[in-house]
């Protein structure tokens, strides 16, 4: 691992999991994307390739972002908030969207009025995406 990602390796605080809450926000509309979570071999993996990688809770297992559905994610920048417990990233996103739903953001629902009101426009089918999975 480069010298230059020492700083932030040595900073970062997992939970009791071995876990970091990562937030991704599109580097240039600045709209938060997604919350998902990294271990310490998925974030050595981002920062060497490039490309978000994360740990997914309820596979219990290595996530590429984009592996599957073509809509990989590429590193821009690289934040720590003041506790350690916590990333920001900043990414290009490949294919418009970022949410295995087909939506652009992960917070495509807002409440109002009693209810969820989606905000967001659907940019792909997820059963088309993902039939070869099932």
Known sequence: MPDAFKPLLDAVTYDD????????QDHATN???MQAYMNEATLKQTLRTGRM????RSRQE????????????HVREV????DGDALLFKVRQEGGAACHTGYE???HR??????????????FDPDEVYKRLN
Do not use: H, N, P
Not at 79 to 82: A, G, K
Not at 110 to 120: A, E, H, S, Y
């Open 31 to 33: 709209e938060v994307l």
């Open 79 to 82: 934040r720590i908030d003041c």
């Open 105 to 107: 953001s992960c917070f």
């Open 110 to 123: 807002m409440l109002g009025d009693g209810r969820f009101i989606v905000i967001g426009e659907r940019v």
């Open 62 to 73: 290595v996530w590429v972002k984009g592996a599957t559905s073509g809509r990989a994610q």
């Open 17 to 24: 999991r071995g876990l970091v809450v990562t937030i991704v």
């Open 53 to 56: 990688t994360y740990w997914s």
